[in-house]
């Protein structure tokens, strides 16, 4: 914990904060650095993006500055490109009415920087820093809360939560990510405002999970939503993917194994969270599947994992085919990892599956997809008729030569004779 100071800013930020700030000095307005940067700052950890605020309104920002793009002109949001990294510069304002629960129905521009504080999320998300002098503007205590290791929400916490309900999803992240303790007032308030949830849209849903499981605290961003009964509200059917509380903390285990020396990331992550109960059961995890409208890839990496983490536990390493066959699949390595966490979050060790894991990693291409010894022209000429047949025996064939008995054309050729008299 120090004071948050802009030298410790990486060289590019600084420049870009201040060479926005000195621009926008020129109209006798300020612009200070805010939200996570500072928070950032402040806890010892160093930035990697750029926010800023000030009283110059979005047509005067256009004007200010040579090269600028809307991403939300509306809601007072510009992107300054500047000469290092581009700066979201966002106009202070009050926030009235959120009827799609969302974004606010009248956006009021104001001068004051206490204004635009009050109507930001966390206390810790609602510091200002002047880029130029170092000055900090703190209306909302969130230093305090910093120092106290306490995440509260800005003013009445259910006000914040019915304005726009992924911030119930947002308080989960910031809490493990931050490693922060929730202040009772702002859980009581997230216990009780699940309703909120309702107006917010599948990708906005999908967008945080996948944030939470990008930090490696994502298990504890899961289970403070379970504790607040916050997961059948942001997953609906998810009572059906994982039906009582044991299941879930088996989920929780298996995130918490593979959490240990990195981020899951998304396709694990989601992977453990909507596994299916039962393995034959898909209709509910698929529902949710389609109901989070993720990309093609996603979603098909999260149903070979389903798949894979079966053959993988099937495995044994004095079955070489098996293993090469195993390996050729693009999402081997995470299905060893998610067949290793279930089998750890089960009490067991899944030290054969390290193992296995550690074979994979020594094979090469050649190994994993060697030249086939023989060919359909080969079984033609063996006088074998055309059929269902073809593909057993040249599987077999392949069988014998990942297994290192059939090495030579001629080896092969003799063992299709022998085959070809049964």
């Known amino acids: ?227 607040c009964q916050l997961l059948e509200h942001l997953l609906p059917g998810f009572s059906r993917v994982c039906p009582d509380p044991r299941q879930l903390s088996r989920r929780l285990r298996a995130l918490s194994s593979l959490s240990q020396n990195s981020a899951p990331g998304s396709t694990l992550g989601l992977a453990v969270l909507l596994h299916p109960s039962e393995p034959e059961d898909r209709d509910a995890p698929g529902r949710l599947l389609e109901y989070l409208r993720m990309s093609r890839d996603l979603r098909q990496g999260i149903e070979a994992l389903w798949r894979l983490e079966i053959e993988a536990c099937n495995l044994a390493l004095d079955s070489r085919a098996a293993l090469l066959r195993f390996a050729r699949q693009a999402p081997a390595k995470l299905a060893l990892r998610l067949s290793t966490a279930w089998i750890r979050a089960d009490g067991g060790d899944g030290r054969h599956l390290d193992a296995l894991g550690a074979a994979i990693l020594t094979l090469t291409e050649s190994e994993k997809f060697p030249t086939a010894l023989l060919s359909a022209e080969d079984l033609k000429r063996a006088a074998i008729p055309p059929g269902p047949r073809w593909r057993v025996i040249l599987e077999a064939l392949e069988t014998e030569q990942l297994e290192g008995r059939l090495r030579t054309r001629d080896q092969a050729l003799g063992w299709l004779e022998q085959r070809a008299l049964e």
Not at 69 to 83: N, Q, R
Not at 106 to 120: F, M, N, P, W
Not at 129 to 146: A, F, K, Q, S, T
Not at 186 to 206: C, D, W
Request: hydrophobic share 40%; charged share 30%.
């Open 1 to 227: 914990m120090q004071r948050p100071s802009a030298q410790a800013l990486p060289a590019e930020l600084l420049a870009s904060a201040r060479q926005v700030a000195l621009r926008v000095a020129t109209t006798g307005r300020r612009a200070w650095i805010v939200g996570g940067p500072v928070r950032d700052l402040a806890r010892g950890v160093t930035p990697h993006d750029l926010d800023m605020a000030s009283a110059l309104p979005p047509d005067e920002v256009e004007a200010l500055f040579q090269r600028t793009a809307s991403v939300g002109k509306a809601f007072g949001t510009m992107l300054v490109h500047g000469e290092g990294v581009d700066v979201q510069l966002t106009t202070f304002r009050r926030e009235r009415g959120f009827s799609d629960a969302r974004r606010p129905d009248h956006v009021d521009y104001s001068e004051h920087l206490e204004e635009d504080a009050r109507r930001r999320d966390f206390t810790c998300n609602a510091m200002y820093l002047d880029p130029l002098d170092d000055e900090l503007r703190d209306p909302e205590g969130g230093l305090e809360d910093i120092r106290a290791r306490i995440l509260r929400s800005v003013g009445e916490p259910g006000a914040r939560f019915a304005e726009d309900g992924l911030r119930l999803v947002r308080l989960a992240r910031f809490a493990a990510a931050l490693d922060f303790r929730v202040d009772d007032a702002t859980l009581r308030a997230a216990s009780s405002s699940a309703g909120a949830l309702a107006g917010v849209s599948a990708e906005r849903r999908l967008s945080e999970l996948e944030r939470i499981f990008s930090a490696a605290r994502s298990p504890l961003a899961i289970e403070l939503l379970g504790d």
